[in-house]
């Protein structure tokens, strides 16, 4: 193929390409730290007291009401959980 492109488009492209690969390899970053976070996180079993706020439960569940649920929800996303 000739020269289509000229210089500055060529290198345009060459930085897309880079960025590209910058991208994959971030994801993998975040790919292994889900997978880390995941080994530490303790498993989900139902507990007699709200994760979020440590409230005493009646019965076993994860969260006193749907606030505290919401709220640990929001956190999770932040942290991009
Ligand atoms: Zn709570």
Do not use: T
């Not at 790919?31 to 880390?36: H, T, V």
């Not at 979020?52 to 942290?79: I, N, T, V």
């Amino acid at each position: 193929m000739g020269s289509i492109f000229g210089a500055r488009v060529k290198r345009r492209l060459r930085a897309i390409v880079d960025e590209a690969d910058r991208a994959a390899e971030y994801q993998q970053m975040f790919n292994d730290q889900a997978l880390e976070d995941q080994k530490q996180r303790p498993a989900l079993i139902p507990d007699w007291k709200c994760r979020w706020c440590d409230a005493p439960l009646e019965r076993k569940g994860f969260y006193c009401d749907s606030d505290c649920e919401e709220d640990a929800r929001k956190h999770r996303q932040m942290r991009g959980i």
